[in-house]
């Protein structure tokens, strides 16, 4: 397990005023069914109010997703707790690939508990936010990239761990392509108002899907921004 240090006196000062708040919201995730200790951990020390802007950092803490700019959220808390309890279910990923970078919190959240992340961002905007939030809390295990994420990242294949945090209406066979043999993808995939989170395997024939329940993601998009 990784321990971030907080570099900047503004940054730890930030951190300590919050702290109450994150222990506030772990319970929170607790009672609403979420249980690896590992999760909860990293929740209760990862400073969530610096992957908004201020403006909204007083909101931080609450079990919600919040606007980031560019008509895009930060997940919901209880939402990236569950897509990273149902990655290191399986077994401890090495190597993850996270398609949809937006604020940087869930591959922060991933950094805190496996070796390498790799994440791809559409929007070049909030890809420069969240590397400048990397650089901040000293977090040096990400690689990121400004790319189309439909396409994976070939170059570092194969992971133990796809994670998609932007709904598409299937998952593009290209992913799974890059995706170990005994790998775990999960992700939202459905219409607007009909996602449901999902998780593959696969078991010995082909990558099977199981529902893990209903969700509202951001649309997966084309092309870059
Ligand atoms: N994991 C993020 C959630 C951000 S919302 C967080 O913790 O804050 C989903 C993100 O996916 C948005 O930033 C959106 O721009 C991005 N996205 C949508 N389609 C994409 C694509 N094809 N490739 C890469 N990123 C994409």
């Given at each position: 397990m990784r321990l971030f240090s907080l570099p900047t006196p503004e940054a730890r000062g930030l951190g300590m005023t919050s702290q109450r708040a994150r222990d506030r919201l772990v319970e929170r995730l607790r009672a609403e069914g979420i249980r690896d200790p590992r999760v909860l951990e990293v929740i209760g020390r990862?400073?969530?109010?610096?992957?908004?802007e201020e403006a909204l950092a007083s909101r931080a803490y609450e079990d919600t997703a919040l606007p980031i700019g560019r008509g895009q959220t930060i997940s919901q808390p209880w939402v990236v707790a569950r897509m990273t309890e149902a990655v290191l279910e399986h077994k401890l990923p090495e190597r993850v690939l996270e398609i949809g970078t937006g604020s940087g919190y869930q591959a922060a959240v991933l950094a805190a508990l496996v070796k390498n992340v790799y994440t791809v961002e559409r929007i070049e905007e909030l890809l420069r936010n969240a590397r400048r939030r990397f650089r901040k809390l000293g977090i040096d295990n990400i690689r990121s990239r400004h790319d189309?994420?439909?396409?994976?990242?070939?170059?570092?294949?194969?992971?133990d761990a796809i994670l998609l945090t932007a709904a598409g209406e299937t998952v593009a066979a290209s992913l799974f392509d890059q995706l170990a043999p005994d790998g775990v993808l999960v992700g939202p995939v459905g219409a607007p108002g009909a996602q449901r989170l999902l998780r593959y395997r696969h078991d010995g024939k082909a990558w099977v899907g199981e529902t893990l329940g209903a969700v509202s993601f951001v649309p997966l998009l084309g092309g870059l921004g």
């Open positions: 990862l400073p969530r109010h610096l992957f908004v189309d994420g439909r396409l994976g990242w070939p170059e570092h294949a194969p992971f």
